[in-house]
């Protein structure tokens, strides 16, 4: 079974603070993806990858980067947290081609205080 | 990109079929996806359509019309647990070639006795 891990599951972190969320997926997935899901916006994405070293922009990637410097770990970096990046955070992973499932992660409570 | 409807919220009773819409617009259409998700959890794959016609899967059933931009979820026989949220997806090439997955904002369906 294909298993895709996000390191914490629940974070408290005070504003300003650098916050690291990271996942690694174990199916030697090419697309790594991340997401926050807040209520009534649904799943939007942040960031994703194609490859090692290779990253492009989603929907909202305001406030976040991302590294990707083995092809099994995608880490989402939060330089400076504010109080609007209080969400859901999950990560999923896949293969680039047609037709193949999205696996996601359990998800990230992240709560900036 | 993509733009992809599907009703807020819907309530049935167990038991009985419910039917849940999602239409979209994309560019560049490369399946369409729905998903099952739990308060709290992280979302599971139901069911992949990428050509029109009906997927059946148990008590589950996925349709897809290219034509019209359109896919429905069928609930049947329909269980306590299967009160969750009901998210489509629809699948595209991005800008750098790779496929790229957007969700809808999702259905909350309640079942109740």
């Known amino acids: 079974d294909v298993k895709v891990t996000q390191s914490s599951r629940y974070l408290v972190k005070r504003t300003g603070e650098k916050v690291f969320l990271e996942c690694v997926q174990d199916m030697d997935h090419e697309n790594m993806f991340w997401y926050r899901q807040d209520p009534g916006l649904g799943l939007r994405l942040i960031y994703f990858s194609y490859d090692v070293k290779m990253k492009e922009k989603g929907d909202i990637p305001e406030g976040y980067s991302v590294s990707r410097e083995k092809k099994e770990r995608f880490s989402l970096i939060l330089e400076s947290a504010s109080t609007n990046q209080t969400s859901m955070y999950l990560c999923?992973?896949?293969?680039?081609?047609?037709?193949?499932?999205?696996?996601f992660g359990e998800g990230s409570w992240l709560t900036v205080v | 990109g993509q733009n992809i409807d599907q009703p807020t919220e819907m309530t049935a009773t167990e038991g009985a079929i419910v039917q849940i819409n999602c239409t979209y617009q994309?560019?560049?259409?490369?399946?369409l996806f729905w998903y099952q998700q739990h308060a709290g959890e992280a979302p599971t794959f139901l069911s992949y359509?990428?050509?029109?016609g009906l997927e059946e899967k148990g008590r589950f059933s996925s349709f897809l019309s290219r034509s019209k931009g359109y896919s429905y979820l069928l609930l049947k026989e329909l269980q306590m647990k299967d009160s969750a949220s009901y998210l489509c997806a629809v699948r595209d090439k991005g800008a750098g070639g790779s496929y790229i997955p957007t969700f809808g904002r999702g259905t909350s369906l309640i079942v109740h006795p």
């Open positions: 999923a992973s896949s293969f680039d081609r047609s037709g193949n499932t999205i696996y």
């Open positions: 994309t560019s560049g259409f490369n399946g």
């Open positions: 359509n990428v050509l029109d």
